[in-house]
Structure formats: structure tokens, C-alpha cells
């Protein structure tokens, strides 16, 4: 059975990941395996992981007062608390490890900018309907389709990666196949 590429190494852009590896942010010896983030996605992560630690005190105090109400085997407010603990644990425990594995992408490095890949903000009309949509393409931990960010391996952004503005795509989504023009690719 072939081994299968990475999904990071299809999202960074449709070359080799030699290439890409040459030709973008890995440069730092980072592997295709690395979580990337922007810096507005790090700060959200670090933001969060923060919130879920002063949660975790907070918690620990009403364990404390329920413990000493007694029978623990009974005690709903002490299980629900252990419960609610073990989670937030698990979420600081996940964040810990995904922000000392991050890797920031540096759309200020020499790339070709023309180019759509991870941290672009593309513009682009649906060739059929004429309309006009703006999304900027982020990893899956930034991603908020209201915001405008959609994560780099969803369908649409698969499609996008690796086209230059001018360019038409056709792109493969779960509601059918879409003709897109790429009208500009900025990087903020």
C-alpha cells in the first residue's frame, strides 16, 4: 500500500514537499507534520489556554467545598467537578503540546506572493453566479467561515492552493463543482 502524503504537505501548496520546503516557511528544519499558525492564531490558543487555567483554579476551589459536604460517592457537586476538571485538563494538556509544536507562518518571507497558500486572503468570483466572495485561508485550529477564514484543508481551499491571481479554478466542494476566478491574493 502507498504511503499516503500528509494532509499539511497537499494544504502547503500543490508542489513536492522538497519544493516546498525549499521554496516557503520551512526553512527552520520544521517537518510537514508541524502545527502552523499565524501569530493571531497563537495568541487565540495562548488566549484560551490562559482562560482554561484560571478555570481550572476556579474549579479546584468548588471541588474543595463540595468534598468536605461529605459522602463523595453521592456528592453531584464533586463528581461534576472532577468531571468538568479531567476535560480542562485535557484541553490545557492539548493546547500545551500543539503551542510548543506550532510553527509561525511568516507571510513576510521571500515567497512568491502571487501564489495562494496558507495566510493568503484571496478574492475570487464564482464564474457561474457572478458573485464575489473574500476568504483567508488558516490553519484548522484559526478557521471561523463567519470571520471569512476558512482552513486550508477544506475543499475550498484545496482548490485554491497553489493558483496565482488571474487564474481560473475549478474547484470540487460537497454541493458540486465550482469555476472560480482569482481576482487578487494579498498577504496581511
Known amino acids: ?12 501548496s500543490r508542489q513536492t514537499a522538497v519544493q516546498t520546503r ?9 517537518t510537514m507534520s ?6 493571531d492564531g497563537f495568541d487565540k490558543l495562548q488566549a484560551e489556554l490562559a482562560n482554561l487555567k484560571r478555570q ?6 468548588e471541588i474543595n467545598e463540595a468534598r468536605e459536604q461529605g459522602d463523595l460517592k ?17 484541553r490545557i494538556g492539548e493546547l500545551e503540546v500543539r503551542l510548543r509544536n506550532a510553527k509561525l507562518v511568516d507571510n513576510n518571507m521571500d515567497f512568491n506572493k502571487d501564489e495562494v497558500r496558507l495566510g493568503a486572503t484571496v478574492t475570487m468570483r464564482d464564474e457561474n453566479s457572478g458573485s464575489v466572495m473574500t476568504y483567508t485561508l488558516s490553519s484548522a485550529d484559526e478557521a471561523d467561515p463567519s470571520a471569512g477564514k476558512i482552513s486550508v484543508s477544506s475543499p475550498l481551499a484545496q482548490g485554491l492552493l497553489g493558483a496565482a491571481a488571474g487564474a481560473s479554478v ?9 469555476h472560480l476566478a ?7
Open 34 to 39: 508541524d502545527i502552523y499558525l499565524t501569530k
Open 170 to 178: 475549478k474547484v470540487r466542494l460537497p454541493s458540486g463543482e465550482k
Open 1 to 12: 500500500m502507498p504511503a499516503r502524503r500528509p494532509l499539511l504537505t497537499q494544504a502547503l
Open 182 to 188: 482569482i481576482l487578487k491574493v494579498d498577504y496581511k
Open 56 to 61: 481550572k483554579n476556579e474549579l479546584s476551589l
Open 22 to 30: 525549499d521554496r516557503f516557511f520551512l526553512r527552520d528544519g520544521g
Open 74 to 90: 453521592e456528592n453531584a457537586g464533586y463528581i461534576y467537578g472532577k468531571e468538568k476538571q479531567s476535560q480542562i485538563m485535557a
